[in-house]
């Protein structure tokens, strides 16, 4: 048995992309996909790398089965645009979408489109983001806007409608039901996006209790007083004890006041959401930890670390239930028959700070917001339990999918497949350096900036500032020194600017018009 399997496993490599033999099963066509992107999901909350702040079983299995990226990055760490590089393949000055104001242009070809065009049966379901109608999809069944966690409304291929139930669960029943349906004479490419865990973080009901007795790690830069950055690190408004909202994000409170303004406003909306029996089951889950919360009277720091253990709790509650989903949505999958014949992406749309620097949120070019987890699944291809530390950008998702599945990349596409990192047959490196520019100044008021990062180095340019951060990844991992123009990195510095003014020329980035 384990010969036969062996054999099969050999020859699905040396046989090509449109027939393989999986696990002993002759697969013929080309292989389905299932492009898994949740909300604001933090490297560091999949246990598969190795943080050890929670329990992912199912996102983990799917690491063991096919290839971790430790380097995978955003070109813009916000959603609306990182949703948009992913699909066109193309930077944000190029795709229109640079901020989560725009409305993304519809008319631009997308790998939904090229795959449809090729023969797949295409869906999108879930969280969406980009505004206008999604085009290249067969079907759809969308969040508007953010979408709501408790009871919300989808709209499905243009038809509005309110669910009952939790917004985790209800994104893989619509995903499961349309793969009930679909043509099977044609492979199929699904994009389903999870809205979990985006802020508010509001958890299924049977998580109320998870991590009730766990203490947290605070991270060793929470208290990061940011001496050695520019300005922008200093004036940004995401600070987890500043810019937290007592009722909205820690949910100290229940019904808000009739003039309630703000954050108390939307925090209401979100709670009314909730049913009579719905809202008594939530304030049996949190009303004694609330009464604990607000009688201790904490102050300053402690403050900041009881607000910092609410947020982790309600996040990682929001993450366990997405992980839950990937499982049922792989049980499903193995149910038909369709495990082996599917390439499972799992991604987020950026990364996010778990306390890091203080913070919540993402948009800075600092790792844990600017890096992202990906996980590829890629039966019969990619080596089961493969790690690479080769750098990727999600610009170059779209090029890759088009790639796995033979074909053709437009030549107006701006990443490059990597295909080759999958199969380890790159040599040298993939990226020498990526590539980064972030535009959204208003949420949560972080500035402008341009970057380019290394294998060893990271240099970031906020230019509407002319403020300059130049990190030694090597030494400073965290990145809490910053060493830009100290005279034993001025050569590297010169380098790294020279790299990323070519870079700059290469993607046809108009901004900043100069570097002065
Ligand atoms: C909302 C959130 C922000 C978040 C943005 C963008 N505020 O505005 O905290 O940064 O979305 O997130 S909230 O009060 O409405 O929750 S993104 O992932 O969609 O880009
Ligand atoms: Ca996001």
């Known amino acids: 048995m384990k010969q036969k399997m062996f054999l099969s496993i050999v020859l699905s490599f040396i046989i090509g992309s449109n027939s393989f033999i999986v696990m002993g099963q002759k697969i013929t066509g080309r292989m389905n996909i299932i492009y898994i992107m949740s909300d604001d999901h933090a490297y560091q909350a999949i246990s598969a790398y190795g943080f050890g702040l929670n329990n992912t079983p199912h996102i983990d299995k799917l690491a063991k089965e096919g290839m971790k990226f430790n380097r995978a990055f955003v070109t813009n760490s916000l959603c609306g645009p990182s949703r948009a590089v992913m699909l066109t393949g193309k930077l944000s000055h190029i795709n229109g979408f640079k901020d989560n104001a725009t409305t993304f242009d519809n008319t631009q070809t997308t790998v939904a489109h090229l795959l449809h065009d090729a023969g797949y049966q295409t869906a999108l379901i879930g969280k969406w983001h980009l505004v206008s109608e999604p085009k290249g999809f067969d079907y759809y069944n969308i969040l508007p806007g953010q979408g709501d966690y408790n009871n919300p409304d989808f709209i499905e291929n243009g038809v509005r409608k309110k669910h009952s139930g939790y917004v985790t669960n209800l994104t893989t029943d619509f995903a499961i039901n349309w793969l009930d349906k679909r043509d099977e004479s044609k492979p199929f490419f699904l994009v389903y996006q999870q809205k979990a865990p985006h802020r508010n973080w509001m958890p299924e009901p049977k998580y109320y209790h998870l991590f009730d007795s766990t203490t947290f790690p605070v991270p060793a830069n929470f208290f990061d007083d940011y001496s050695t950055r520019t300005s922008a690190a200093h004036e940004q408004e995401m600070e987890v004890n500043r810019d937290m909202n007592p009722a909205y994000d820690t949910k100290l409170y ?145 090029e890759t999918l088009l790639d796995m599945v033979g074909v053709k990349v437009p030549a107006d596409m701006q990443g490059k497949s990597f295909v080759p990192v999958l199969k380890q047959q790159q040599k040298g490196a993939f990226h020498d350096a990526v590539y980064y520019h972030y535009y959204e100044t208003t949420t949560h008021h972080v500035a402008k900036h341009i970057g380019v990062r290394t294998e060893a180095y990271k240099l970031i340019y906020f230019y509407e500032k002319k403020e300059w951060e130049l990190y030694d990844l090597r030494k400073d991992k965290s990145e809490m020194n910053n060493v830009y123009g100290k005279t034993a990195y001025l050569q590297i510095q010169n380098q790294l600017k020279k790299r990323l003014v070519e870079l700059q020329k290469q993607y046809k980035d108009p901004e900043p018009a100069s570097f002065q």
């Not at 600092?366 to 690479?388: A, F, M, N, Q």
Request: net charge positive.
């Open 254 to 398: 229940f019904d808000q006041p009739k003039d309630a303004k703000g954050l108390e406003a939307l925090w209401q909306s979100v709670y009314n959401r909730y049913t009579p029996e719905e809202k008594k089951a939530w304030e049996a889950a949190y009303g004694p930890g609330n009464a604990a919360f607000l009688k201790a009277n904490y102050q300053g720091k402690d403050m900041a670390i009881a607000k910092y253990q609410r947020y982790m709790k309600d996040y990682l509650r929001c993450v366990q239930s997405v992980d839950d989903n990937v499982g049922r949505l792989m049980a499903y999958l193995k149910e038909k028959g369709l495990d082996k014949n599917t390439i499972i992406i799992y991604t987020s749309d950026q990364g996010f700070y778990l306390g890091e620097h203080g913070w919540f949120d993402k948009r800075f070019m600092y790792e844990e917001s600017y890096r992202t987890p990906l996980i590829v699944k890629w039966p019969g291809v990619v080596k089961p339990k493969t790690v690479t530390n080769q750098m990727v950008m999600n610009l170059d998702y779209a």
